[in-house]
């Protein structure tokens, strides 16, 4: 089941989606490889923690963040956040954080490799299921700022 808020915002917001099941997974790279895609096409969220307020950033499954460039989009000096910040502020738990900064009121970071997607494939706040969306959709609901933050995993 994907998170009962999520499906709220997605019914309320009359975008186009998706729902992808697919075997238990508790990362982005590992929904990739399951649903047989590119790592590029699939994004993973990210909670981070600044000095003034948390952030969620939305990036390429295969890839980890680059801080200094995020310090620099958010004017902030960030780092990530904690297992507890997760579990106490979006209420969830690692590798369930649905990348919809609107869910939680949360500022979203959008890397822009994943700008060349015509669709975007997200977690839905469930190990089994995605959400499938054009990543317009994905923009017009979320708004984020998009930047260069990401980094290929060495």
């Given at each position: 089941?994907?998170s009962?808020p999520?499906?709220k915002l997605?019914?309320?917001s009359?975008v186009?989606y998706?729902?992808?099941?697919?075997?238990?997974?508790?990362?982005?790279?590992?929904?990739?490889?399951t649903q047989?895609l590119k790592l590029?096409?699939?994004a993973k969220?990210?909670l981070?923690?600044g000095?003034?307020?948390?952030?969620?950033?939305?990036l390429?499954a295969?890839n980890n963040c680059?801080?200094?460039a995020?310090d620099?989009l958010a004017?902030?000096?960030?780092s990530?956040?904690k297992?507890?910040?997760?579990k106490?502020?979006?209420?969830?738990?690692?590798?369930?954080?649905?990348?919809f900064?609107s869910l939680?009121k949360l500022?979203?970071?959008?890397?822009k490799k994943?700008?060349?997607?015509?669709?975007i494939?997200?977690p839905?706040?469930s190990?089994?299921e995605?959400v499938?969306m054009t990543?317009?959709?994905?923009?017009?609901?979320?708004?984020?700022?998009?930047?260069?933050f990401?980094?290929?995993?060495?």
């Open positions: 089941m994907i009962k999520l499906e997605l019914k309320q009359k186009k998706e729902i992808v099941e697919h075997r238990k997974v508790y990362t982005a790279f590992d929904s990739a490889e047989d590029g096409e699939v969220a990210v981070l923690k000095k003034k307020n948390l952030y969620l950033a939305v390429p295969g680059d801080f200094k995020l620099k004017g902030d000096k960030l990530m956040a297992e507890s910040d997760i106490n502020k979006l209420k969830t738990k690692i590798g369930l954080i649905p990348p900064g939680f500022p979203v970071f959008l890397d994943l700008l060349k997607n015509k669709k494939n997200l839905a706040g190990y089994t995605s499938v990543i317009k959709d994905y923009i017009k609901l979320e708004n984020p700022i998009a930047g260069n990401s980094v290929k995993k060495g």
